[in-house]
């Protein structure tokens, strides 16, 4: 980056960090609590990842996603992952045109800023691996020629914990694509009350203009958030700091897979985002254990003997967090 687009960035900055925290005002409109998933998401598009969301049914993952597409003004398209679901179906085809006697490209829904995988965790492995190389290339090959996906591109995957029937675990080498997962409760009774209230005041969940959300932002504010997001500095005893965590699984008795290096610097670019997010133009020990479980935990297999036991991979982190210095 320049010198003149660095400064331009940083004079961008203020104005795109307050647009994006009208973001959360407005999906608060239509999304009761939760807000950790907004931050979370918020955190994916400026660090340019992607977002696993984790629910039961009914606690808001397909309307959240939505809800910050409107406030965002971004294109969302929304796929729901059957186990007949072709890669094709997701990626887009050639198709022959008899006008011009060629093959055409025909984009699939993937070519859109926010995606909503819906349940992803229910077509086969074949399609699954399809979103390998958009979530990381950002970029679709198809008979041997790239097509590039529009930015912002964010894939938001939904997946539900307790059902297993008629699923697909996701590999780890597709977990380990997703920057973040993050879990979203069912809600304490005082916010499923307001729930109830104000769908009994007309409130309906297939309309956002219901909720009366508006657009605060758009993709100037999320290039220019994550252009600032990239000048956050991370001092070296931070960045010891974030090793030091990632080692520390590696040796955990209770891990088969501990965090990669890629793992590590997911959790450095989490840590920036979150620290701007937060006005701060530095990243604090508190960023990374802020970020961390929502980083690590997908990234992390547990040995069959200690899931025999009991043992939770937040556990793990907890244990790793407790051993591991934390730099003054």
């Known amino acids: 980056m320049s010198e003149t687009t660095a400064a331009q960035a940083d004079a961008l900055a203020p104005e795109a960090r307050e647009a994006l925290a009208r973001v959360r005002a407005e999906v608060a409109k239509a999304v009761v609590g939760q807000d950790a998933a907004v931050a979370g998401l918020l955190v994916g598009l400026l660090a340019r990842g992607?977002?696993?969301?984790?629910?039961?049914?009914g606690v808001a993952k397909t309307l959240l996603v939505r809800s910050l597409a409107a406030a965002l003004s971004v294109e969302t398209k929304r796929v729901q992952f059957t186990p007949d679901l072709?890669?094709?179906?997701l990626t887009g085809s050639l198709v022959y045109d008899a006008g011009s006697s060629d093959f055409t490209f025909r984009a699939g829904p993937v070519f859109t800023n926010l995606l909503l995988a819906d349940e992803i965790n229910r077509t086969p492995p074949k399609t699954q691996s399809a979103?390998?190389?958009?979530?990381?290339?950002?970029?679709?090959?198809?008979?041997?020629?790239?097509?590039?996906?529009p930015s912002p591109f964010?894939?938001?995957?939904?997946?539900?914990p307790v059902e297993y029937e008629g699923t697909y675990p996701l590999p780890e080498a597709q977990l380990d694509r997703f920057l973040l997962k993050v879990v979203l409760p069912v809600p304490p009774r005082e916010q499923e009350v307001e729930v109830l209230a104000r769908h009994a005041e007309g409130f309906d969940p297939r309309d956002l203009g219901t909720a009366g959300i508006s657009a605060v932002a758009g993709v100037a504010d999320l290039e220019a958030g994550a252009a600032a997001v990239r000048r956050v500095a991370v001092a070296p005893e931070v960045v010891g700091y974030i090793v030091d965590l990632a080692r520390a699984t590696?040796?955990?008795?209770?891990?088969?897979?501990?965090?990669?290096?890629r793992g590590a610097t997911a959790l450095m670019a989490t840590a920036r985002a979150w620290a701007w997010l937060n006005g701060r133009?530095?990243?604090?020990p508190d960023d990374v254990k802020a970020l961390a479980k929502a980083t690590l935990a997908h990234r992390l297999t547990l040995k069959p003997e200690a899931e025999l036991e009991g043992t939770g991979v937040d556990a793990v982190l907890d244990s790793a967090l407790a051993s591991v210095p934390v730099p003054r």
């Open 281 to 284: 133009s530095f990243v604090t």
């Open 250 to 261: 590696r040796t955990s008795p209770s891990l088969a897979l501990g965090v990669s290096p």
């Open 154 to 160: 964010l894939v938001a995957a939904t997946q539900n």
């Open 131 to 149: 979103l390998l190389e958009a979530m990381e290339e950002r970029q679709v090959s198809i008979d041997g020629r790239a097509h590039a996906l």
């Open 50 to 57: 992607h977002v696993l969301l984790e629910g039961v049914p």
């Open 86 to 89: 072709m890669p094709g179906d």
